[in-house]
């Protein structure tokens, strides 16, 4: 089974662009979350999809994240414009729910640092 | 007050020896545990779920006290391949959970 999917593995972008994260879920997962982990934090949520649908979006830091999942497939996690605060890893991570609770498989997360 | 509360570490122990983490949550309302094992910039990884009437896999056992609200993680017979962070993870019930991580203890196994 392949596992959870990110891209790209790394991003060095400078303050003010935009960067677009991308991640493919465990084929069959309806269930997908980002979270990420800046520098000497724990790893923190962003959100959760269920299928196509944003279930739980309460930890988008600010209107400059946009997450998407068209399709209820692979979901994108875009960033615009990037502040030097946004640096970090990005972690993805897909689960199949509802019942019974079941744990997340992460992917490798997408390293991004603005400058 | 955080959510999830782990032991700051970090710990280095010897080979072979017995090591515990101890995390405690906030949220009555959790539901499910688990125990995530990351090494040095990868990603985090599933180690092992958390059952009410505690479970063990090989030399790993895991403890919940629904009560006080606390996990426990035990290490026996340490290896040098368990230097890692461990990480504390709590999920709400129901469908909608989302997981709120602990900082994470560091485990550091010297020869």
């Known amino acids: 089974e392949a596992g959870v999917t990110q891209f790209p593995s790394h991003s060095v972008i400078e303050k003010g662009q935009t960067v677009t994260l991308r991640c493919d879920p465990i084929?069959?997962?309806?269930?997908l979350y980002w979270y990420r982990r800046v520098m000497g934090k724990e790893i923190k949520f962003l959100l959760h999809?269920?299928?196509?649908?944003?279930?739980?979006e309460s930890g988008m830091p600010n209107n400059r994240f946009l997450a998407e999942r068209t399709g209820g497939t692979y979901s994108t996690l875009k960033v615009q414009p990037a502040e030097l605060e946004d640096s970090g890893v990005y972690f993805c991570?897909?689960?199949?729910?509802?019942?019974?609770?079941?744990?997340?498989?992460f992917g490798n997360g997408t390293r991004l640092t603005v400058t | 007050r955080k959510e999830v509360e782990q032991d700051p570490g970090p710990f280095n122990v010897p080979e072979g020896a017995t090591v515990a983490f101890n995390c405690t949550y906030s949220?009555?309302?959790?539901?499910?545990f688990f125990w995530y094992r990351q090494d040095c910039r990868k990603e985090p990884k599933l180690l092992m779920s958390?059952?009410?009437s505690g479970n063990e896999d090989g030399r790993f056992t895991a403890q919940l006290n629904r009560a006080s609200q606390y996990i426990s993680l035990l290490i026996r017979d340490s290896k040098l391949s368990d230097s890692a962070t461990y990480l504390c993870?709590?999920?709400?019930?129901?469908?909608?959970?989302?997981?709120?991580f602990g900082d994470g203890t560091t485990l550091t196994v010297k020869p």
């Open positions: 991570a897909s689960s199949q729910e509802p019942y019974p609770p079941s744990p997340l498989h």
């Open positions: 084929s069959g997962h309806d269930n």
């Open positions: 999809f269920v299928k196509e649908s944003k279930q739980d």
């Open positions: 949220n009555s309302a959790s539901q499910s």
């Open positions: 958390v059952y009410s």
């Open positions: 993870v709590v999920k709400l019930r129901g469908l909608m959970g989302k997981s709120t």
